[in-house]
């Protein structure tokens, strides 16, 4: 599979995993190769499988995850100090 066909096979993973709307699981995707979470897939084309696709949508979905549950503990955190 391509780089691109990757890309989207993840973007539909995670509709299908997590029921994200497609415009959230295209901006997850979009979001990580900015920060190059995919670069190593670009560099070696062996790590753009189904299976790959899968393990990575899971991570990008728990990282969005984490980093939403550390925003509201952060805003909580403002409002105590109020």
Known sequence: M???EFLDEVATILT?????????AIKLVVDAQ?????????????MCTVEQAKKDA???????QN???TQ???QQRVR???
């Open 16 to 24: 299908e995993l997590y029921e994200l709307e497609d415009a959230e």
């Open 34 to 46: 900015e920060v190059d979470f995919f670069s190593l897939h670009d560099d070696r084309p062996e």
């Open 80 to 82: 105590q100090k109020k």
């Open 2 to 4: 391509t780089y691109e």
């Open 72 to 74: 509201k503990k952060q």
């Open 58 to 64: 899971i991570t990008l979905f728990e990282r969005k």
């Open 67 to 69: 980093k939403q549950q």
